[in-house]
């Protein structure tokens, strides 16, 4: 079995599938945000440092204009901040590959690789649907993500196609993060819900553009695709996470639950 | 003196003074940032739109604009961020492209429209705003800012930002 194939697991009945949908796109972004954002300081080189913390900056402000979206679906009062912040970690809706901490510098670079070739593709399929403010945000972040692919496929073939250790450290990156990535293209209750809105994605067609996009740039890189995609990590749609996002969520969320409410 | 009686033209030349913060030669309405400005009874509604979607500089570019708009007169301000249709470098106009380059910052090339993006594709050099020579290289898609690249120019020698067309 292909690790992008689309799966249907149980999804629980959602009051309101639209949110749901919008915060899974934000969470992935926020938490990923975060992650690329502990480079900040300790990039390998100084240009790096830049590139990943305005990659981490893009992903952040994506991520609260799609929570704030959120917010104003759900219609109780709850802006990006308070999704951002005062949810706990069974509420994240964020997929595995997203929280995974930053490992080496090839753990962070295959991982981020992997995500904006999804999300690029992803988002040209959301600028095409009916649900106008979507559609707009979709357009918008599209733009960013293609700078962000071509910065994360460039570094894939320096590093694959480097030196021994550079090789090697990316071709460990690929086969423990090869079994996160079916997840990103999982069909469940709530992509068929959102239907109704005008969203609609073939997850399928996603998941066969995505791998011909990766394994090319792998091929290129002179890594090995992993011949077997492994047990499937998944459960992040659902709010079943990995003890990674716990910890993270710990240093993201304290200094606004300890000064609830603060401006500066 | 309430919003109203400004007219558009009058309250888009007070907006025109507003400079964007990190680029401080051009203005928001040069770089498209004000989509559209009203006044009615209430006051005046400025609508914007965000360059990048994580730029820092939008919330001090709102409290520029309130602050602008207050020193003429108007106290009541709405602002209404939009995302559609999503900002591009096209819209800077050739005056404005002509004090980036004066200021050293090498204005954008217009943007290539098309499907997926080419992973190796290698756009014409950008031509360096201090000597003018194509002889440039591109060295990273980040700079200082969410909107700059960094560029190097091997005829002078001197390294440089680019506007990065988006």
């Keep these: 079995m292909a690790p992008a194939s689309p799966a249907a697991p149980r999804t629980p ?14 969470d992935d972004r926020l938490v990923l945000g975060h992650r690329v954002a502990e480079w900040c300081g ?53 997929a595995l590959l997203c929280e995974l901490p930053k ?3 090839g753990v962070t670079i295959v991982r981020q690789f992997f995500f904006d070739a999804y999300s690029l593709l992803l988002w040209d399929a959301l600028a095409a649907c009916t649900h106008e403010k979507l559609a707009a945000l979709a357009a918008k972040s599209r733009k960013e993500d293609t700078y962000h692919l071509r910065h994360s496929a460039e570094w894939v073939r320096k590093l694959g196609d480097g030196t021994p250790e550079s090789h090697e450290r990316a071709q460990r990156a690929v086969d423990a993060l090869w079994r996160f990535t079916g997840e990103l293209f999982e069909r469940d209750a709530i992509d068929d819900a ?28 002179t890594l090995t695709v992993p011949a077997e995609p492994g047990p499937r990590a998944t459960g992040g749609r659902r709010g079943r996470h990995t003890e990674h996002l716990g910890h993270m969520l710990a240093e993201m ?12 | 003196m309430s919003g109203s009686a400004l007219t558009r033209d009058q309250l888009f030349e007070i907006l025109d ?29 400025v609508t914007i739109t ?38 591009t470098t096209d819209w800077i106009g050739p005056a404005a492209r002509e004090k980036l380059r004066a200021f050293g910052i090498a204005p954008p090339v217009p943007v290539e429209q098309g ?52």
Excluded at chain 2, 123 to 149: I, N
């Design chain 1, 103 to 105: 490992g080496d510098f």
């Design chain 2, 115 to 166: 499907g997926l993006v080419t992973l190796t594709r290698r756009r014409a050099p950008a031509p360096c705003p201090y000597c003018g020579s194509r002889d440039t290289e591109l060295k990273s898609e980040f700079g200082s800012t969410a909107c700059k690249a960094i560029h190097v120019c091997h005829a002078c020698r001197q390294p440089f930002d680019e506007f990065k067309p988006l």
């Design chain 1, 194 to 221: 959102v239907v109704s809105h005008g969203i609609v994605v073939d997850h399928a067609a996603l998941a066969a553009k995505w791998r011909e996009l990766v394994e090319g740039v792998l091929r290129e890189a």
């Design chain 1, 42 to 94: 300790h990039g390998p080189i100084l240009e790096e440092d830049i590139a990943l913390s305005n990659i981490a900056l893009d992903l952040t402000g994506q991520a609260a204009a799609l929570l704030a979206l959120a917010g104003s679906i759900e219609g109780k009062g709850r802006d990006e901040d308070a999704l951002a912040y005062f949810r706990d970690e069974p509420q994240f809706r964020n």
């Design chain 1, 13 to 26: 009945a959602v009051e309101n599938p639209l949110f749901e949908y919008v915060v899974r796109l934000g």
């Design chain 2, 17 to 45: 003074s507003v400079k964007d913060p990190e680029v401080p030669v051009i203005s928001i309405v040069e770089l498209g940032i004000v989509r559209d400005v009203r006044s009615d009874a209430d006051g005046v509604t």
């Design chain 1, 253 to 264: 969320q304290i200094v606004a639950r300890s000064h609830p409410g603060a401006t500066w």
């Design chain 2, 50 to 87: 965000p360059t990048y979607s994580g730029c820092p500089a939008m919330r001090v570019i709102e409290d520029d604009i309130r602050t602008a708009l207050s020193w003429s007169g108007v106290q009541q301000v709405r602002i209404e961020t939009v995302h559609a249709p999503a900002w």
